[in-house]
């Protein structure tokens, strides 16, 4: 093993953390904002119609096929080179995390579905009785629990979201794999190269489950034998 | 109309090549899935009844699996492979250039990740089936294999059905990365064609058209087996 070739890669390959850094948490602070606008429209038929038909085909198709259907396929609409959002929907940037966001909203979307799910019916009724207007209610018991509910499986999604951000680098973004993926085809060196990448995903995703485990002790302590936070 | 006729099966359509590419990815997928299961059971094993060694390495090989984008799993494989390849053919004598094969290299990198997930699905099974009757069929004198088939194995299955089928889904969709390696799966296929033909919107939305048949239709059958496996349990309903 060559120590100095190990240790210039760790230095060119984290040159790529701040962009998949940005991608991660954009696209999860994106797709979770769609993601609870996807559950409120399930309150009507059409609506719920609508999110059934979304979910249904972003979580059913790779979010590789995805990323190219918006990088190059869109490009093929006059409307939209025409557009406002052409400056943006050029950029190789902007249409990866467009992915990412659409992607990450329709997992989870499902998955507050489940937490919405598991909110008692008497914890709202009880809210409705004390006179709390429907938005007080979303925001002081129903997003509350749901959030506290779905926290296990949310964090499964955050890791998902780490290691979906890779896949940009297939449409020329230099994050962490893309840059990995520029220095193999210099230098050959594939396996080095591979696990220094792979060091730095595991770090991240590693720090995360820690993060998130410690979050649910403190959000439900009675799970962990506890009775005060 | 000019376009759909791409998707067709006349002398100009894409239709023949994207069905056999369609099927190559289930190929892809029904291998990787296979190899995941047989070393998914085998972590899964060690997790449950390994020494503290093998349960200490099994639990690493979990966490890595799940925290390294399988992208770069694929990557280690395909160029990593090939590496090796050439280092060993180099070494006997053999003149270059010497390649891998992408289906063997995707399969093993798939089935590699799955079963990270699917010896988690399969050991929860396996912590959820009544210690009882575990008990009860060594007091009859069940031996380890016989217990398993007999005792376990009916039990964890039912538990893990609706956890498999979602790693199968997963691999389905992880099939479409080994693309990469040059393997002309449905993901490989339709970039060709949307190059070929500069129609990239018609050519990848058919792709996820093709996804999403193998994906509903999987889905189908892996209802149908948790309905049959839950035939004769009290309290579950025979047609729900």
């Not at chain 1, 009785?129 to 964090?155: E, F, K």
């Amino acid at each position: 093993m060559d120590v100095t070739f190990l240790a210039g890669m760790f230095q060119s390959l984290l040159k790529g953390l701040p962009l998949t850094l940005n991608l991660w948490l954009l696209s999860l602070a994106g797709g979770g904002c769609l993601a609870l606008l996807l559950n409120l429209m399930r309150q009507s038929r059409v609506g719920n119609a609508v999110a059934g038909a979304y979910v249904f085909v972003f979580r059913g198709t790779p979010l590789l096929i995805q990323i190219f259907m918006i990088y190059y396929g869109l490009a093929g609409f006059g409307v939209i080179r025409h557009s406002i959002l052409w400056p943006f929907l050029r950029e190789p940037y902007w249409c990866g995390l467009l992915a990412l966001v659409l992607n990450d909203a329709a997992y989870t979307s499902e998955i507050l579905r489940g937490g919405l799910r598991a909110v008692p019916r008497g914890t709202v009724e009880a809210g409705r009785v004390s006179g709390m207007g429907r938005i007080a209610i979303l925001r002081r018991i129903t997003l509350p629990l749901a959030i506290r509910q779905a926290l296990p499986a949310y964090s499964n999604e955050i890791i998902s979201m780490l290691k979906a951000t890779a896949l940009v680098s297939t449409i020329t973004l230099m994050d962490i794999t893309g840059i990995a993926r520029a220095a193999i085809s210099e230098t050959w060196r594939a396996v080095e190269i591979l696990l220094c990448a792979a060091v730095i995903y595991l770090a991240l995703s590693i720090i995360v489950t820690r993060l998130c485990g410690w979050l649910e002790r403190r959000l439900s302590p009675w799970h962990f034998g506890r009775t005060t936070p | 109309m000019g376009e759909i006729g791409l998707l067709g099966f006349g002398p100009d359509g894409w239709g023949l090549v994207l069905a056999k590419a369609g099927l190559m990815t289930l190929a892809v997928s029904v291998a990787a899935f296979l190899c995941g299961l047989v070393l998914g059971t085998l972590v899964a094993w060690a997790r449950i009844g390994g020494n503290a060694v093998l349960r200490a390495l099994a639990e690493a090989y979990t966490v890595t699996l799940r925290g390294v984008p399988d992208i770069l799993v694929i990557y280690l494989f395909y160029f990593g492979g090939r590496q090796v390849v050439a280092a060993v053919g180099t070494a006997l004598g053999f003149a270059g250039p010497f390649d891998i094969s992408g289906f063997a290299a995707g399969m093993l990198a798939i089935g590699l990740i799955s079963a990270a997930g699917q010896s988690e699905v399969l050991r929860g099974a396996y912590q959820a089936v009544p210690k009882g009757t575990i008990e009860a069929g060594r007091v009859c004198g069940m031996g380890r294999f016989t217990l398993f088939r007999r005792v376990i194995a009916p039990q964890a299955m039912v538990t893990a059905l609706p956890g498999m089928g979602n790693q199968w889904q997963s691999v389905i969709k992880e099939s479409a990365l080994v693309s990469v390696t040059g393997l002309v799966e449905t993901m490989r296929q339709v970039s060709v064609a949307a190059g070929t033909t500069q129609e990239h919107f018609l050519f990848y939305a058919a792709g996820a058209g093709i996804y999403l048949v193998i994906t509903t239709l999987s889905d189908q059958l892996f209802r149908l087996a948790e309905r049959r496996s839950l035939r004769g349990h009290p309290g579950t309903g025979t047609g729900a």
